[in-house]
């Protein structure tokens, strides 16, 4: 480094550095609480995906009679809260923005979805930018897999 003065003086692996900064893997993470082997006890399972040069971030707590889920696309930015739940006597969804957002946001729908699918009550939160329909289907997609892994859906 002829004539160039730098701040760090100790050795930089750059193969080292590229390696952990381009590939992510699969860190997922489900942690029980200890409550869980009582009635009423939550489940929090959080884990990222690299999907299509799109890092997402998924947090899911289960709660008896609910899901609390939340997509981070990039980033874990806590992002727009939606609440779904089945209406009845129609078994129709509805969904409202709780936090920022309205009704035909990114996250509107995939709530939507996720109670039909899960037939339980839904709490999104979602950092997805709006009008990107891809990165939508691969966050939905990623945490639907994910859901049917831990069996959170109801049996068709």
Known sequence: MAGKESEYDGPLDSDLVSDQSLKLQDQSTHLTTAANATAGGLEITCFSELVDDATFHFQIIRFPKQIYASIGCNSTKFGDLYAAASTRPSNTVGVTS?????????????????????????????????????????????LMEKLVSLGYTQPR
């Open 98 to 142: 709780i936090l920022g957002g309205s009704s035909d946001n990114t996250g509107s729908g995939i709530a939507r979805r996720l109670v039909l699918k899960t037939g339980l009550n839904i709490i999104l939160a979602c950092s997805i930018p709006k009008n990107s329909p891809m990165l939508e289907a691969n966050a939905e997609k990623k």
